[in-house]
């Protein structure tokens, strides 16, 4: 059975604000803590009303402190927003205070749109094209310090930390593979490329001093309920979301609606079917057999579970019917 984790973008429901939501992130994740899941990761976002995580090292920071056990890291840091140091620094102070606990998800997108982009940059001369480079210099200052070493990540050097490389095409695959590093494609919004991206991954992985096999994770929507019926209405509010976006207007998380099937055109039904194809919704035995089959058809050694639940004690409720359905078919 693949490993549960968790991925929260610190969603702001429509009616609430960043501090609430940054404060249920932790309640979040002291829940999953609870109930068993292995990691709980938040991710950089920029220009977003509705998501909260954008200083994402501090968010990670505000979590950790309130958890004990369970794994926390970034799903993921976007790379080229950021000089390597700097990132080497903010997840060494992590990985300093919470020894033995801390991952950093890396990836290459800007995580927000271009006007944005700039303004977090100055400029655009760090090319995404840079990535793999900027990669291995991040990786390096997690290195031990060496007599006479000029430049060093203070702290950071020596210090344990698990790096991951985050993907929505074949290209991430390559590079993880290249690096020997465990791979995380983004399916639960862009999962076109995912079996492709997976098996490119396995066929070119390379081991390293950092992992001797491949490891897989892929994300999917979890939305969980009592019954079919209500895990469909609150999934309503994931839907609206991601519409808005691609139609360029983000916001806030919007409260579930009844009906929406029939509220949006013949392209933005599509639009939502593409994109949001790994989801799993349902009651206790759909979303049993959803995990099972998601699992067996990636071959995923774990999960990242995220749900965009508008009502907070919904979401948890969520989570918890994730972890007995996961708990009844292990035990089977």
């Known amino acids: 059975m693949a490993r549960l984790s968790v991925l929260d973008l610190s969603p702001v429901p429509e009616g609430s604000d960043a501090g609430q939501a940054l404060r249920n992130s932790l309640d979040l994740a002291q829940h999953a803590e609870r109930l068993g899941f292995h990691r709980f990761w938040m991710a950089e ?5 509705g998501i909260a ?3 994402t090292a501090v968010a990670l920071a505000h979590v950790a402190a309130g958890t004990r056990r369970i794994r926390v890291g970034a ?3 976007m790379l080229p927003n950021h000089a390597p140091l700097v990132i080497a620094e903010q997840f060494g102070t992590l990985a300093a205070l919470h020894p033995g606990r801390v991952d950093l998800g890396l990836g290459r997108a800007p995580g927000t749109d271009q006007m944005t982009a700039r303004a977090l940059r100055r400029n655009l001369a760090s090319d ?3 990535f793999p480079r900027d990669v291995v210099e991040l990786l390096g200052y997690f290195r031990p310090s060496e007599p006479g070493q000029a430049l060093q990540a203070v702290p950071g050097a020596g210090l344990d930390l698990e790096a991951w490389i985050l993907g929505s095409s074949t290209y991430g695959a390559q590079l993880a593979a290249y690096l020997g590093l465990p791979y995380a494609f983004a399916s639960h919004f862009a999962p076109a490329q995912m079996t492709d991206a997976i098996a490119i991954y396995r066929e070119q992985f390379r081991p390293s001093e950092r992992l001797a096999k491949p490891h897989v994770m892929v994300g999917v929507n979890v939305f969980a309920a009592k019954s079919d019926a209500e895990a469909r209405w609150l999934f309503t509010s994931l839907q609206q979301a991601f519409l808005n976006l691609r139609r360029g207007r983000p916001g806030k998380l919007p409260p579930p609606v009844e009906g929406l099937n029939e509220q949006i055109d013949g392209h933005g039904r599509l639009m939502l079917e593409n994109a949001l194809a790994c989801s799993v919704v349902g009651g206790p035995e759909a979303v049993c057999q959803g995990i099972e089959t998601l699992a067996a058809r990636t071959g995923a050694d774990e999960l990242m579970v995220t749900a965009q639940i508008h009502d907070h004690q ?9 972890a007995e359905v996961q708990m009844t078919g292990a035990a089977a």
Request: aromatic share 4%.
């Open 314 to 322: 919904a979401r948890l409720r969520s989570f918890e019917i994730l």
């Open 53 to 55: 995580s954008a200083a």
């Open 75 to 77: 799903g993921g840091i």
């Open 128 to 130: 995404v094209d840079d």
């Open 45 to 49: 976002h920029h220009n977003m009303p």
